[in-house]
């Protein structure tokens, strides 16, 4: 990587000396817990849509679409950039959500199969 430093203190923030440092971790890790809630909101909202377009899906090339992850990963990672984010935190997350995501959908699309063919039996 450059010689880029992510870790500037945020502008507009305390003083340093405002807050004692245990008062003021208790203060973040506050902050963190109230971005944690949004985070999770929208991934929720996320997975959702994933498991929408699951539905549509119907065999497991489609489900690993690695050309899909790779722009999915692209983006995320410019993202980060442009928000000030080091971008190997942003991809490494990303990661692990779309390997998680593509688990679910090939649960899904067994279960679907399963079901079919049970149907099929009938
Ligand atoms: C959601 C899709 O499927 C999977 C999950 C992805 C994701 O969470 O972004 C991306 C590619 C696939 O592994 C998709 O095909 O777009």
Do not use: C
Request: cysteine-free; glycine content about 8%.
């Amino acid at each position: 990587m450059t010689d880029q430093h992510w870790f500037a203190a945020p502008a507009g923030g305390e003083p340093a000396g405002a807050a004692d440092g245990p008062t003021r971790i208790a203060e973040l890790r506050g902050v963190i817990d109230h971005l944690d809630q949004r985070i999770i909101a929208l991934l929720a909202e996320r997975t959702r849509v994933v498991q929408e377009l699951t539905a549509h899906k119907t065999d497991e090339a489609t489900v690993r679409s690695p050309d899909r992850v790779r722009q999915v990963l692209d983006r995320v990672s410019d993202l980060a950039v442009g928000n000030g984010m080091p971008p190997e935190v942003a991809v490494g997350t990303y990661r692990a959500l779309i390997d998680e995501l593509t688990r679910m959908q090939l649960d899904m699309l067994a279960a679907r199969r399963a079901a079919a063919s049970a149907g099929e039996e009938r």
